[in-house]
């Protein structure tokens, strides 16, 4: 049951931002391991080859393009939190890029260990975020809008889109290896899992939020009505 409405701001927000670190670092991760970069970091990296600029730009730039078109075809205008993912997300990425330690594993053995750990945070990162209802951001938005308009399951929407965003990356120049291709194809059932599994923990949390605020209005009213 989804409990929360638009109430309890500061609680989803907190829920929203780490949401977007978790999703953010795992998106570095997945890039530092050096088996291939995401579909959109491809695109990312294809465009800073090209033209220049950071990564984190990139993301902020495409993500205005991804977001106006995802507007169009939901006919709904953006919620904020939509235009605060294409800010934070590219500003975290550059951060997280600027941590010494965050290096490339020598052997293989730590580089696909890396790309795992970075392939589950960012679609739970995802589906965290996405929880708090504050408006997903330029890309989940567009594959929202496009599930709700096929019918499609999240999983193959999702799939489509890291697909088609691959191929326009690659032509650019963008790193294309083996990792880029198990992220297309597990991205989808990754998020799949996460989104439910997220909104439950948030709406729990929300709801025992609410109560223990509902319970200390009332032994306060009490207090002054002695």
Known sequence: MNIKKKGQVGPRFFIYFIGLLVMALGIVLLIKADLGATPWDVLHVGLYYQVGLTIGSWSIIVGIVILT????????????????NMVLVGVFIDMYFLIPFLQTPDQLLGKMLMFSIGLLLSGYGMGLYISAQFGAGPRDSLMIALTSITGWKIRNVRAMMELIVLLIGWQLGGPVFWGTILFSLFVGPIAGYALPQCQRFTDKWLEKLSKHKNIKIEQSSRGASL
């Not at 078109?69 to 605060?84: D, H, N, Q, V, Y």
């Open 69 to 84: 078109i995802a507007a169009l075809i939901s006919k709904e205008f953006p919620k904020i939190g939509a235009f605060l």
